[in-house]
């Protein structure tokens, strides 16, 4: 089994290339081919992760995500946040999150915290 770590372009293109033919037909996990399948994706990963980070969002564009995904309206938030106008100011950016809305937003609407605890508008 010849497999080299991703270190260029090329090397990404030519494992996008090879892992793209086995999602058509994957490989059986175990055999040797399998094996070749996942390190590649396994690499690529890594290439994609070093190559191409993706940063976090703000936490409000975080919890707008989220309503949309979970068809939700700023009074659905009232829960989490607290008064329908402190919603509106949260949204707005105009007041920070709690540590008390943070937590309630990640464990019951799932929204990660680490995406919550930045500061609107850090890059």
Known sequence: MDIYPIRTEADYRAAL?????????????????????????????????????????????????????????????????????RVYEVLSGRRPLTLAMIRKLHDRLGIPAECLIRAPGAA
């Open 17 to 85: 290339s090879e892992v793209s033919r086995g999602f058509d037909a994957e490989p059986e996990p175990g055999t040797p081919e399998g094996d070749r399948f996942e390190i590649l994706l396994t690499l690529i990963a890594a290439y994609e992760a070093a190559r191409f980070p993706v940063d976090l969002p703000d936490p409000v564009e975080a919890i707008r995500f989220r309503m949309e995904q979970e068809g939700l309206t700023p009074r659905d938030l009232t829960p989490f946040i607290g008064g329908l106008n």
